[in-house]
């Protein structure tokens, strides 16, 4: 397809709809070009298709440009589109419709030079746990397009469903992509309730053909993922004799890791070298995807044929074993002119020769990898998975959990600080993770992922480090937002929300910290609201207040924090072990502010996650308090490896150790609390002690757990 066709065809969509406008022209671009020159006023160019057919348009192949580069040159009369290949010419066709929309469908004159910050620029969508449809996944393409993604990770596998037809294996549509019922509620909820209904859906080869090909015009490599060898129940569902122990399998009603994985034998090995086959037929991208993620070893461990084969390949363990698997795997794809790409979990038992990691489980992974001289690409959960809440409001939508705001994404940086800068050329790029267990409907997929993938988009893309900062951002992005939802999209808009952070200095009291100055308002146990006129609100004592912030005429939605001073909220508190910086709340004095945190997500500005670590903290009192009641609030969440602490030792400075143990783990906060007799103390040490190791048959097992802490009260 000739550019001048491309561009006709582009055109015909842009003028069509065009309407007057006399204001000055908008830039409101994201992500932000290199340079940007103009936009003082509009070009002559109008909505006439006799305009489009005249040779007014230039499209000019410039070879000392490079990859996806492009230069934009918009005069009185006509558009000029420089660039040396077809994904440079296709991102300036992006940012053109940009302008176009921005603008009512006027042009203004301007010069545009652009370039990408990062190679890889890409999206990841999760169809295994919900099924969407080809034309939703249309638009998902078309969102990466509009914003410069280069990227559209398809993840195919799950063990809750197949979702591509293979040929040779027809049980794989008929059987393995559905499942009996689905999961209601979140998975933490005890006990587990379904819905009863079958669930499933695959996309035909010529569907996914289709989708190729609407991508490719797009300028999106999209790569395929199969999982392997872990999450693979549904496919084991459909050929049960390729596990370890025959089956029977059904696909999973529910979320999470299992123990039922492939077994690495010869016709294991056939059945996926035949499915890559068909794969490889169908995507002209040079990666495949290959999983490689949590795979359980327990099958292994109780299969003498496993056994046996760690002792012939003289392997030292299971893990071993995966890494004999993964590699037997990207030898057979790399006799076929593709290359892997595998999770971070790949790196177990050693690494595949020629991998691609991406990293998901922080920056380790990928550091780890870069410093091997293998290429990464980085999407560590704490940044890139769009699954997690992005707002701490009790009203979002359920969610997995964590907590990841659009201004945190905006902050990304994709090159780890601790990466030495000669391995830097090892990092291709970032992609974001829209895991899809909580998203039922494509108004879902919107919702978690678009504002942020908006955010995302500047950070791939931008190299222009002094204009890339969230202040400038926001009033681009704030257009972007206002013009999708003039389009009907489902899409997200935090930027209202009040962010209030309450601390405490130990003389003055209790505060709350304000993102801005202006436009908060306030309302004080159900009072009328009033405007708060300075940054920190001082909060006097115990009661509900209410917050909302208020800009160019909208209005957000509330937010209430409940204050509950105690004995230890004004105390001074030490912590010896700092809890991850993923999860550090608003920091240790959170553990004592009077404000508890989300019964439904532990990710919040209140909670205190530590990975692996012990919380002791050290409370001291101004002067001696008589204390006769303590309380904690716990996150149990077993499905995201957050276990409840072992034990509980409280040790004021009169010596008597109180020990709380045997928690009730029924519910996903846990209140646990103890009463005495008062007692007259100046300090308290506190240990809560992490419960460890995740035992075998838990998901997670092998790896450190979780305990989140939240408001410890004292009275």
Not at 359 to 387: K, L
Request: aromatic content about 12%; hydrophobic content about 35%.
């Amino acid at each position: 397809m000739s550019f001048r066709y491309i561009l006709f065809l582009l055109l015909c969509q842009i003028f069509l709809s065009c309407t007057d406008i006399s204001d000055k022209p908008i830039n409101n671009i994201i992500p932000l070009p290199v340079e940007i020159n103009g936009f003082e006023k509009y070009s002559k160019i109008v909505s006439d298709l006799d305009f489009v057919k005249s040779d007014l348009i230039k499209s000019t192949y410039n070879p000392s440009l490079g990859e996806e580069e492009y230069q934009l040159t918009i005069t009185e009369k006509e558009i000029d589109v420089f660039s040396k290949d077809i994904k440079g010419y296709q991102r300036a066709i992006a940012t053109l419709t940009q302008i176009q929309d921005q603008n009512n469908g006027k042009l203004p004159i301007c010069e545009i030079k652009d370039k990408p910050r990062f190679n890889y620029r890409g999206m990841h969508l999760d169809v295994a746990r919900h099924f969407f449809s080809v034309g939703n996944i249309k638009e998902y393409i078309d969102y990466l397009h509009y914003y410069k993604f280069n990227t559209f990770h398809w993840h195919l596998t799950e063990d809750q469903g197949w979702r591509i037809e293979i040929k040779k294996y027809p049980k794989l549509q008929e059987i393995a992509a559905y499942r009996d019922e689905t999961l209601i509620g979140h998975y933490n909820d005890e006990p587990h309730k379904y819905d009863g209904k079958k669930y499933g859906g695959y996309y035909t080869q010529d569907e996914v053909k289709e989708i190729v090909d609407y991508a490719l015009n797009k300028g999106i490599e999209i790569i395929p993922e199969i999982e392997m060898p872990g999450h693979s129940l549904a496919a084991l569902s459909a050929y049960p004799e390729l596990g370890c122990t025959g089956g029977p399998y059904k696909a999973a009603t529910e979320w999470g890791v299992f123990e039922d994985v492939y077994c690495p034998t010869e016709a294991t090995f056939e059945f996926l070298q035949n499915v890559l086959d068909e794969v490889i037929s169908l995507f002209p991208s040079k990666y495949i995807h290959i999983g490689g993620d949590e795979c359980p070893k327990e099958s292994w461990k109780n299969s003498d044929f496993c056994q046996e084969l760690i002792k012939l390949e003289n392997l030292k363990d299971e893990h071993g074993l995966q890494s004999y698997f993964i590699s037997r795997i990207e030898k057979y794809i790399n006799s076929k002119g593709k290359s892997i790409i595998g999770w971070d979990e790949i790196l177990e038992g050693g690494l595949a020769p020629n991998a691609t990691v991406m990293s998901w489980r922080g920056e380790a992974g990928g550091i780890a990898a870069a410093n091997q001289d293998h290429n990464v690409i980085m999407t560590p959960n704490s940044f890139c998975y769009f699954d997690y809440y992005q707002s701490d409001r009790a009203d979002e939508p359920l969610a997995i959990g964590g907590y990841l705001p659009v201004e945190k994404v905006y902050g990304w940086n994709p090159i780890p600080q601790d990466l030495p800068s000669e391995k830097h050329k090892y990092i291709l790029g970032g992609q974001a993770n829209v895991w899809s267990e909580y998203m039922p409907t494509f108004g879902n997929v919107q919702y978690m992922a678009l504002n942020r993938m908006i955010a995302l988009s500047e950070v791939l893309w931008s190299s222009n480090d002094s204009l890339r900062t969230f202040e400038k951002f926001k009033p681009r992005f704030k257009q972007h937002l206002k013009m999708w939802k003039n389009k009907g999209v489902n899409i997200a808009n935090h930027l209202l929300d009040v962010k209030a952070n309450v601390y405490n200095e130990e003389v003055r009291g209790s505060f709350l910290n304000f993102e801005g100055d202006n436009g908060v308002f306030v309302s004080y146990d159900g009072s009328k609201y009033k405007e708060i006129k300075k940054e920190i609100f001082v909060l006097e004592s115990k009661g509900t207040y209410s917050f909302y912030k208020k800009t160019d005429q909208d209005k957000g939605k509330p937010v209430v924090i409940k204050f509950e001073p105690h004995l230890a909220t004004t105390s001074k508190i030490t912590m010896s072990n700092l809890p991850s910086d993923k999860y550090k709340g608003s920091g240790p004095r959170s553990m004592v502010n009077g404000v508890k945190g989300s019964d439904e997500k532990y990710g919040d500005t209140e909670w205190l996650g530590f990975h692996g670590k012990d919380c002791n903290l050290l409370i001291e009192f101004d002067t001696a308090v008589d204390i006769s009641h303590l309380s904690f609030r716990f996150f149990n969440g077993p499905g995201q490896w957050i276990y409840l602490p072992s034990i509980i030792e409280i040790m004021p400075d009169n010596g008597k150790l109180i020990t709380l143990d045997g928690f009730d783990n029924g519910s996903k906060v846990v209140n646990v609390s103890t009463s005495f007799e008062a007692e007259k103390v100046k300090s308290l040490k506190i240990n809560i002690r992490n419960y460890g190791i995740i035992p075998d048959g838990k998901q997670g097992s092998g790896h450190p757990s979780w305990l989140f802490v939240d408001e410890i009260t004292i009275k």
